[in-house]
Structures are given as C-alpha cells and as structure tokens.
C-alpha cells in the first residue's frame, strides 16, 4: 500500500497524476457495490455552483451507509485525502483541481425526506429548497429561509448555513452523523456548537440526516413568506454563477456594504468581477478560473485592511490544488 509520502513521490517523479490516480480507484471501485457511482478524474467545475475547479481524483456517490463506510476506510488506510461535497454552493476549487476522493451524498439514499407530525428527517444529500417544499406542503413553517439557499441539508449544517436572519441549526433538532472510522452516532443540535456560519464539530463528523422541526400553520402564510423571501433574493442578488456570499459579515458592518463603500463593486480579475448587484458576491462570467476568483478575494482583503483595518474572512470554502500541484497527499481531509 502506498503511503502519502510514497504516493506523492510516485507522483512527482516517475508517473503523471492521472497514472498515479488510476492504479487505486480501480480497487475503489472493487471496494463498493455496483449501485455506488465512482468517477475518475472529475471536473469539479461540473459541481460546483461557481463553475470553476480542475478534476478530482476520483468522486464518489456511495448508495448506501455501508459503501460509504468502505469508502472512508479505503481513505484511511490508504491515506488518502477526502473531503465531502455537497450541492458545491459554497466552495472554490482550486484549477489543478484535488488528488484525493471526493465523496458526495447525491444518491437517492442519501436525499431522502420523511415527515412525521412536526418533524422533517432529511438525509445528508437533501436539497434545502426540497426540505423547504416539503415542509410547505405539509404546513410546517419556519424553514421557508432554506428555500433560496441553493445548498443541499449537509453543506447547510457544516457552515450553519443561514439567510433572512434565519440559521440551519435554528430549526434543526438532531443530527445523525459518522466519523472517519466509520461509527455512526446521534447528537442533539445543542451539542454540537452551531456558532455563525459554522458548525466545528462537522470539521470531524460526517452529517448522515438531521431533523428539523417546523411548527404547525396555515399553507398560505407559509406560502407568502416564502415569496417575500424570494423576492428579497432576486432583488438584491446576482443569477450569474457565483457561490453565493464570499465573506463572512465582520462585525460592525456587512461585508457587502463594505464592499460597495471600498468602490470595488466591478473590479474584475480575468473572468471573475465583484457583483455590481450585491458586493459580497463574486461573479463569473463564464471564462473564469479558480485563481482569478481567489486574485479578487486577495485584493478584496487587501483594500479592507489598508483602508478599513478590517479583515474580511472568507465564507467560502477553498480546496484543491494549483496548477501543477501533483501530491495525492497535500490536501488536508475536511468535511464541506
Ligand atoms: N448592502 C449594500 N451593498 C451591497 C450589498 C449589501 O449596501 O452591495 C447592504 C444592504 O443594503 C443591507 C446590508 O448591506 O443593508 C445587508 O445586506 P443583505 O440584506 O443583502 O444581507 P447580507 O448580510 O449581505 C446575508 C447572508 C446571505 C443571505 C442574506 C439574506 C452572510 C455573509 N450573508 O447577506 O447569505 O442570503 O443575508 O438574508 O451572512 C451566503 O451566506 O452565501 C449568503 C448569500
């Protein structure tokens, strides 16, 4: 068995990436059982919402606990870097894309949605719009927010994902979850320290399902405020490709308005502007790559520390490798 060190030698010296990739995710894929989808070399610009982002190595649906339990202990022995993917709303891939596996609960077992009276179990891989229309449609409210977050119940729990002043762990009661040996646990939301925009114990955890709970109401108030939502949204958000909110807001002031008050609303690196309609979102235009968004973000940051003394975190999630970064194990493992 290769270890990092060995992998990322057979990398660098005799074996392009791609050679180095092949030789283990055939035996990923002897690993799993056929309804489990593994794809090599995968363009992560297919799936994130950003539209940038080189190939992984190999990425993984696995169709049930089981295979994705052989998938992290295929990780783990191996030494593999892995990092979970969700809808790809919130992250930046970096253009020489990830030597490692990435796994995404896309698979039907993974986005189920059960309501039982007040409660909503949704796995892992459930969009946010679909808990959200479920929820409608069983005339349960408070989750209207989740509508227009383009992210899937995963990705929402390990940011705390939020909008219109409502937070995932605001609405969630428990959280099913595995660990990277494979042990399955439940923990009730309070345990796991939801904080803004991020949920720590997620950095270790993998989110299997959660329950939410809504409270009881009349489907056409539920019905309105969703539409305010939206319009609020459509109104003060660009539809062009983007992965929603670059920076957390810093205290004091919105990063957007910051942004906007900075003159920076246009300011362009290759084929990534900062949005003329809301000043935290960072735009493509169909041309650009990962490091032109992360050129702009680094110039952003600048201009708020010179001018404002304010350090301006990024929300968005970076991973992956520059161009011609070929270690299979220079990522760090992380949970997105
Ligand atoms: N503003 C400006 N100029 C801009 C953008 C905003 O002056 O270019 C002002 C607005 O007029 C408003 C204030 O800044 O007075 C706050 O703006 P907004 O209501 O758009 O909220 P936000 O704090 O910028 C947060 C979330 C969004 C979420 C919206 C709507 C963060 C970092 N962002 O944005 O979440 O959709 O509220 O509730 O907390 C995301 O996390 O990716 C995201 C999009």
Known sequence: MPD???????????????????????ELIREVGPETVVKTNEPLSRRTTLRVGGPADALVEPASESDLRAVLRFCRVRSLPFFVLGRGSNLLA?????????????????????????????????????????????????????????????????????AMG????????SVRLMDGEGRVREWVAAEMKP?????????????LEAIFRGEPS???????RMSQFSQKRWSSQPAAPSAG????????????????????????????????EH???????????AQDILDLIELIRQRAR?????DLEPEVEITGEPVGAISAAAGAQSWL
């Open 218 to 224: 009349a489907r056409e108030e539920i019905e309105k």
């Open 195 to 207: 904080a803004y925009r991020e949920c720590a114990s997620l950095k270790t955890y993998l989110a």
């Open 166 to 173: 409502g937070a995932t762990f605001d609405v969630v009661q």
């Open 4 to 26: 990092d060190r060995l992998m990322s030698d057979l990398g660098m010296k005799t074996r392009p990436p791609e050679a180095v990739s092949e030789s283990w995710t055939a």
């Open 245 to 276: 909110c670059t920076f957390k807001n810093p205290p004091g002031i919105p990063a957007g308005r910051l942004i906007q008050e900075l003159g920076l609303k246009g300011m362009r690196c290759g084929g990534a502007s900062v949005s003329m």
């Open 94 to 162: 970096r253009d020489g894309g990830y030597r490692g596996v990435v796994i995404c609960l896309a698979h039907p077992h993974f986005r189920r949605i059960e309501v039982e009276g007040t409660q909503l179990r949704c796995g892992a891989g459930a969009r946010l719009k679909a808990v959200a229309l479920e929820a409608r449609r069983f005339g349960l409210a408070g989750l209207e927010f989740l509508e227009g977050i383009p992210g899937s119940v995963g990705g929402a729990l390990r940011m705390n994902a939020g």
């Open 279 to 289: 000043g935290n979102f960072i735009v493509n235009d169909g041309t650009a790559t």
């Open 306 to 310: 010179q001018e404002r003394g304010v």
